[in-house]
Every structure is written in structure tokens, then in C-alpha cells.
């Protein structure tokens, strides 16, 4: 897109600078291009410049707000959520929602591999129900889909990353709609990949330079086929260019930084990347829960918005629910449900012995309650495990 021509009186804060109307060197500018972030900055290019040209693609003026500085309550809406129900109540709904979903992903990816179109109505539909399950209580879709990547019945990534941003927009009280944005988001956006050769998906070596050129090339086709798909909202193919930028402009395909970058594609970056971490090779990194998020934390300010990490992290919480669990007598658990006001005491469900055998029944601990494991000693977490630590499937865990 060619550079917007404007008089230095209409600068308005989240506009991207790229050129003035006089040498870089005649003013005090060290940066040959920049987000405006502050009035200060309007105020010295008044002195200095009559016209600038700005880059319509590098600026997001609805999100002036998310910069550097931006503390949580400029990115938290105002939309106070209450479960609703329990998560015995909300388990067999959320797994219908998730089956659901599953079935439009397989028939997605058949549609774009033979060259049709994907089914928006279905796909809208699906992350609507994703939605009202999460809306209702969160904890169970989560405990579903991270069970069912672990058992190898999730068809794709895709469910647990759309599960996950409609969660923390949650967490973050956006509104409904935008709740339901973020999780059609997080199933589409990387529809592309179905374009790419499953060699380069699947191969467990670092890729070269060719091949990361290839692989990069996923991003515009999702915009490609989410442009071509009726029924979608007309700010999703957009949307889904963006969750591979960094906050600091290192990202790809247009290297935008700072509030260039919508609030919806932050939010993908951040649990894209989580996802990567904790998922299994070849698209993951296989890390425990616990180290991805210190992981995405040493990024706040260079790969993402340092407020949204923070909030992400308070989201996830220490132990995230559906993840596994050792606890201090060497029995292992799976995370079924947080404690919001002591989020180091989750509600466990103990699934085997300090010897590794199954335990059954089940038992069912609410740290918070602090039970006995012996008469001197609570029980309590001794340290977190890979997703995958526990192979049980959820269809018998959960019945």
C-alpha cells in the first residue's frame, strides 16, 4: 500500500510515521520510522515538519491504547463473567462443542486440499458453541481438549488454540462477540497450512532458509481462502495475518510492531506460541506448562505486548487446568478445575500411584481444602509434568 500523505495537524496516536517532509538528520528523531505512542512526539513533529506520510498498514487506531506502556485495565473490558454451571454440568456439553468442532475441521481440511471452499455457517457455528460452553465454565472445555491432544483424538491444534483465546478473552472480559471472534480466530488461522507440502509440517530438523521461506508463505494463503469463504466476518482474513508479528517488529509477513498489531492478533501470538511449546514434536516443543509460560514471559516487550502476557499467565494460572501433576507423595494427577483465589491449590484428580498404576476409583482432591496425605503432611504439588504424561482417554476419565 503506497504512503498517506497528511498535514502534521491531523497525527493522531497508533499512526506509523514512515517518512517526513525533510531529512531524518535535521530533526531529533533517532528511529527512521515509528508508532506514535504519545502526544509529546505529535508535539515535536509540529515544530519540525509541515506534511508526513504515514503507513496505513502499520497503524491500528482502535487500539491506540495497547503500546508498551499499557497497563491491564486499558486492554480488560467490562464485562463481568459468573460460571453459570459446574463442571460436571458443563462436561458433557463442552464435549459435544468440541466433537462438533472437530467434525467441521476434518471436513474443512477436505474441502481446502481438493480446492473448495470452507463452510463459513458451519465454521461460525462452531466456534459459537466453543463460546457459550466457555462462557459457562471455562475449565471444562479446557480439560477436554488437553486430554483429548494427549489421547491423539484432537484433529488438529486448531480446537485447543481456539479454546484457549476464547478463554482468556474471558479471563480479559471482553464482550461476547469479541469472545466468539477470538475463537473463530484461533480455528482458521492457519487454514493455510493445508496448502503446504506435509513433508515440510512434519519435519523434525531445523528448517533452512528456503524451507522457512516456504513455510511462512501459510499465512497469506490463510488469508487467501478466508477471503474467499462467505459467511466469515469481513475482519477475520486480516486478523488472521497477524499472529505471527512481534511486538517489536521482528515478526513476519509485514514485520508490525506495537499497536500495528490488533488487539485479536496479540492475543493469537501469545497462545500460538504457548501452544507450540507445550505441543508434541514436529510442530511442538513438548515443554511442561510451567516452563512455556516462563518461556513466553522472557518475550513480554520484544515478541508480545508485555500487559497480555501478564494477563495471559494470571489466566493460565501456575498449574493450568487439564495439565499433569506430581504431587509431593509421587502420586500423579491431572489439574481438573482452578482456584481463583488460591490458584497454587487447583482441584486435582488423582489418577496414579507413587509406583505409576492406575488408581482406581479415581481420587478427587481440592487443594484449597488442604487435605491429608498423611497425618503431618497435606497434600500439595510437587511439580508440573508434560501434557502427554498421562495417556488415559478422557471418554474413560470423564464418563
Not at 504515514?54 to 480488560?76: M, N, W
Not at 475449565?139 to 477436554?144: G, K, S
Not at 487454514?191 to 503446504?196: F, N, Q, T, V, Y
Not at 516456504?214 to 499465512?219: D, F, I, N, S
Request: charged letters at 25%; aromatic letters at 6%; hydrophobic letters at 40%.
Amino acid at each position: 500500500m503506497e504512503l498517506k500523505e497528511i498535514p502534521v495537524g491531523e497525527l493522531k496516536l497508533g499512526m506509523y510515521v514512515s517518512k517526513l517532509d525533510r531529512p531524518w538528520t535535521e530533526t531529533p528523531f533517532v528511529f527512521q520510522g515509528f508508532i506514535l505512542r504519545s502526544e509529546k512526539q505529535i508535539d515535536v513533529i509540529k515544530k519540525y515538519c509541515s506534511l508526513v506520510y504515514v503507513d496505513p498498514e502499520k497503524e491500528d487506531l482502535s487500539e491506540a491504547g495497547v503500546h508498551a506502556g499499557a497497563s491491564a485495565a486499558t486492554i480488560r473490558g467490562t464485562t463481568v463473567y459468573k460460571d453459570s454451571a459446574t463442571l460436571d454440568a458443563e462436561l458433557p456439553r463442552a464435549r459435544s462443542a468440541i466433537a462438533d468442532t472437530t467434525n467441521v475441521l476434518r471436513q474443512i481440511s477436505h474441502d481446502v486440499q481438493v480446492g473448495g471452499t470452507v463452510d463459513g455457517a458451519k465454521v461460525r457455528q462452531a466456534a459459537s458453541d466453543i463460546t457459550e460452553s466457555v462462557v459457562r465454565n471455562p475449565d471444562a472445555a479446557t480439560l477436554l481438549v488437553q486430554m483429548q491432544e494427549k489421547s491423539g483424538e484432537s484433529f488438529s491444534r486448531a480446537v485447543h488454540v481456539s479454546v484457549t483465546m476464547s478463554i482468556f478473552g474471558r479471563f480479559l472480559q471482553l464482550p461476547r462477540e469479541s469472545i466468539e471472534q477470538l475463537g473463530l480466530l484461533g480455528l482458521l488461522r492457519d487454514a493455510g497450512k493445508l496448502k503446504l507440502p506435509t513433508a515440510l509440517l512434519e519435519k523434525r530438523e531445523p528448517l533452512s532458509a528456503e524451507e522457512m521461506a516456504l513455510y511462512q508463505t501459510h499465512v497469506d494463503h490463510s488469508v487467501e481462502i478466508l477471503t474467499k469463504t462467505p459467511g466469515l466476518p469481513n475482519e477475520l482474513p486480516g486478523l488472521a495475518s497477524l499472529h505471527h508479528e512481534h511486538f517489536d517488529g521482528s515478526g513476519y509477513p509485514r514485520c508490525l510492531r506495537g499497536v500495528a498489531i490488533a488487539l485479536p492478533g496479540m492475543i493469537a501470538a501469545i497462545v500460538d506460541a504457548f501452544d507450540t511449546l507445550v505441543a508434541p514434536p514436529p510442530q511442538g516443543r513438548h515443554m511442561s506448562p510451567s516452563n512455556a509460560l516462563n518461556v513466553i514471559y522472557k518475550g513480554r516487550g520484544s515478541l508480545f505486548q508485555p500487559a497480555l502476557v501478564e494477563q495471559f499467565i494470571q489466566c493460565v494460572g501456575v498449574y493450568p487446568v487439564g495439565s499433569a501433576v506430581e504431587l509431593n507423595t509421587g502420586e500423579t494427577g491431572i489439574v481438573i478445575a482452578q482456584n481463583a483465589l488460591r490458584r497454587l491449590q487447583p482441584r486435582v484428580m488423582v489418577v496414579k500411584d507413587a509406583k505409576g498404576y492406575e488408581k482406581r476409583p479415581y481420587t478427587m482432591l481440592d487443594l484449597a481444602k488442604e487435605p491429608k496425605a498423611t497425618p503431618d503432611e497435606i497434600y500439595r504439588i510437587r511439580r508440573t509434568l508434560e501434557y502427554d504424561a498421562i495417556k488415559d482417554d478422557p471418554k474413560e476419565l470423564f464418563l
